[in-house]
């Protein structure tokens, strides 16, 4: 919900940016489901009126949350885009991954796999839209498989769908490890590692 759509006449008597980023640590470290109204509006400092008219309700807020998250200084699709390679890119997303599900002032993870995890059917529309959002960075990343296949930066035989579902897989299993407690030091082993599973490019395969 943007602030043209607030209510007229009920102007916010909060820090909409701060509350924002309040909410999303919030939802970051327990989940969609498990953040009750009552929490965020302890957090938040605010009553229940204010999220409201803020952000329509709940789930208003938690999708705002959710695009503050995606706004980092570190985008998915820019770095795919930006890659030189299939290859690149998937490394670099890996190390993103790494250093930002271990942050020192973050909850551990990642928020869209923890949040996802957390829901449970009544929550089926947060989840499929969680999913459609990892959804769409595995399909950048599949298509940047395939132009570098085109390229012969990979064999021809390459399954992009596969490898670009394997990397997000590895991402979401990074986001359990550190949730788990992992350092950062032992993600970036993972990532790293995981790259040795990439094929090699066409023309020193042949």
């Avoid at 102007?11 to 953040?35: C, I, Q, V």
């Avoid at 020192?104 to 947060?126: D, F, K, Q, W």
């Avoid at 959804?135 to 395939?146: F, P, Q, S, T």
Wanted: glycine share 6%; with cysteine.
């Amino acid at each position: 919900m943007t602030d043209t759509t607030r209510k007229k006449g009920r102007p916010l008597s909060f820090d909409r940016n701060a509350a924002l980023r309040k909410a999303m640590l919030l939802f970051w470290e327990h989940g969609y489901e498990a953040t009750s109204l009552n929490d965020l509006t302890t957090a938040l400092d605010v009553k229940p009126s204010s999220i409201y008219s803020a952000f329509g309700d709940k789930k208003g807020l938690f999708f705002d949350a959710i695009g503050l998250y995606l706004s980092g200084p570190v985008k998915a699709d820019t770095i795919i885009a930006q890659a030189p390679s299939a290859h690149a890119a998937a490394s670099e997303l890996l190390r993103v991954s790494a250093i930002g599900f271990t942050g020192a002032t973050t909850p551990a993870g990642c928020l869209l796999a923890s949040s996802a995890i957390s829901c449970s059917h009544a929550a089926r529309e947060v989840r499929q839209a969680l999913g459609a959002i990892r959804g769409a960075i595995e399909e950048r990343l599949r298509l940047k498989i395939v132009q570098s296949i085109e390229d012969r930066q990979l064999p021809h035989e390459t399954d992009a769908a596969a490898l670009a579902a394997l990397t997000m897989a590895v991402i979401q299993g990074m986001s359990t490890l550190a949730r788990d407690g992992a350092p950062r030091e032992k993600l970036l082993l993972v990532a790293e590692v995981a790259m040795l599973g990439w094929p090699k490019p066409a023309a020193v395969a042949a």
